[in-house]
């Protein structure tokens, strides 16, 4: 699970910062400049690029299903 923990952590960290390039520049940058990883940085990285190539496809299912509106806290 660590690796889409730390997938979450890259591509959380890139969007809520006001200047993205405070965080390293292009998503190879910050997956690839990152020392303390679980994951192989290789699968880390193709799984950031493909959740951002879909994200408004993901997003369109995520609000469909109402998954969010189910989720624990």
Not at 18 to 40: D, I, Q, T
Not at 43 to 67: D, M
Request: glycine content about 6%.
């Amino acid at each position: 699970m660590s690796l889409y923990h730390e997938a979450a952590d890259i591509l959380s960290t890139s969007t809520n910062t006001p200047h993205p390039s405070s965080e390293g520049g292009s998503l190879k940058a910050r997956v690839f400049g990152r020392k303390n990883l679980k994951s192989p940085p290789s699968q880390l990285y193709a799984l950031v690029l493909e959740t951002c190539k879909w994200s408004g496809v993901l997003k369109e299912v995520i609000e469909g299903a109402e998954l969010l509106r189910h989720e624990r806290k």
